[in-house]
């Protein structure tokens, strides 16, 4: 069995509920899995390091970097 997966971050509401729109079809069957994400010391960092790699990509970065493995 092939599964597809999606993943949305939302907030659970006063009343314990959560609603998501999916882009599936009406009646389509589903197996729902929640996780909490685990809040500690370095969550942020993690945070941050997954979500994009745009803050390596810089000229000045890259230049030190350069400079550094070429001696």
Same mark, same amino acid.
Request: aromatic residues 16%.
């Given at each position: 069995m092939v599964a !597809?997966? =999606?993943?949305?971050?939302?907030? +659970?509401t006063t009343d314990g509920?959560?609603?998501l729109k999916l882009p599936l079809a009406p009646g389509t069957r589903v197996e +729902? =899995? +929640? !996780?909490v994400p685990k809040v500690g010391e370095f #969550?942020?960092?993690?945070q941050?390091?997954? #979500? #994009?790699?745009? =803050?390596?990509?810089n000229l000045w970065d890259d230049k030190d970097w350069n400079r550094a493995v070429s001696r």
């Open positions: !597809q997966g =999606f993943k949305y971050e939302t907030d +659970v509920t959560v609603t +729902v =899995f +929640v !996780q #969550s942020d960092i993690v941050a390091s997954a #979500s #994009s790699t745009a =803050f390596w990509d």
